[in-house]
């Protein structure tokens, strides 16, 4: 029997002293065979955000969408050996599916695996293969990029926006990182793309060693001066970040910290670093980054 083809069977018809009557051919289309296909294949670091980003010793997941064509889908598997050591037919299953992942809806992910500790830097790839019951196969080639440098601190800079040396609604600190590919805004708001201004919570404290701002995610900013608040203790206050490039957010004040000092002059402000990562889930390197401001 032919994929695909004209089935035709010819038979000739007697009559009931077996004289030929006359020859009969009957026709058949067979259906065509569809093959199972992996219509998409991707990678993503466990905590979540950027996808096709992947850091040494790192973990991640892959995800795929299959179709299943002719015959019911047998196994999926992925080849993540070019990450993973080893890891040549890694078993993707929907159990707890499906996942979001980079605006994508897939049916299908591996069990969390871990990048080798020796990645050099750059682009792999990784496979897709799906079987369905009679051994039939499709298959998918994806890439992921390697980061293995951490991203650094470049400057933190601050905008007066209401009074000279105070801090005021409407003040800004911007915050430039230097990276090799970019920062994951995922790694400050969860589920942030960094494409909307998003609102959230900083803590101003009055403290002995120089008043401080802590913004989640990005860390904390010494104001080098204990004239900015007064009176003890924390504040938590609503700001709004925005992000301004790969490797740039700002930070606007919207509801500026009470027990405000008379005013100070310029200062040494120091940033320590967060939680933020790259988008590969590099964290951000220990030094600190000082400048002297004012807001």
């Known amino acids: 029997m032919c994929d695909g083809a004209t089935l035709r069977a010819a038979r000739t018809l007697h009559d009931k002293l077996g004289n030929k009557v006359f020859d009969q051919e009957d026709f058949a289309l067979v259906p065509s065979l569809v093959l199972p296909s992996v219509m998409s294949g991707q990678v993503q670091k466990s905590a979540a955000g950027a996808v ?11 995800y795929a969408n299959v179709s299943a064509g002719s015959n019911p889908i047998s ?18 299953t929907k159990v707890g599916g499906p996942w979001n992942v980079g605006g994508i809806s897939y049916a299908y992910r591996s069990a969390q695996q871990t990048a080798g500790s020796g990645l050099s830097a750059g682009v792999v790839t990784f496979d897709v293969l799906v079987t369905d019951n009679a051994a039939n196969t ?40 230097a990276d090799a590919n970019r920062m994951d805004p995922n790694s400050i708001i969860a589920g942030w793309s960094g494409a909307v201004p998003q609102n959230l919570s900083v803590t101003f404290a009055d403290s002995g060693g120089g008043d401080t701002i802590t913004i989640p995610g990005i860390g904390a900013v010494n104001l080098g001066s204990t004239s900015w608040l007064t009176g003890g203790g924390t504040q938590t206050k609503t700001a709004q970040i925005q992000m301004l490039g790969p490797n740039q957010f700002r930070i606007t004040i919207t509801n500026q910290p009470s027990n405000q000092g008379t005013g100070v002059a310029a200062s040494n402000f120091a940033w320590s670093a967060g939680t933020a990562t790259d988008v590969a889930g590099n964290s951000v390197g220990p030094a600190v980054t000082t400048i002297t401001q004012r807001f």
Do not use: E, H, M
């Not at 196994?75 to 993707?92: E, Y």
């Open 138 to 177: 499709g298959s998918f080639t994806g890439n992921v990029t390697v980061d293995n440098v951490v991203p650094t601190r470049v400057s933190v800079v601050a905008a007066n926006g209401g009074t000279l040396g105070k801090l005021d609604t409407n003040d800004t600190l911007t915050f430039t990182f």
């Open 75 to 92: 196994t999926v598997k992925a080849d993540l050996s070019n990450l993973t050591s080893g890891a040549i037919a890694v078993a993707l």
């Open 52 to 62: 096709a980003f992947v850091r040494p010793n790192g973990t991640y997941y892959a």
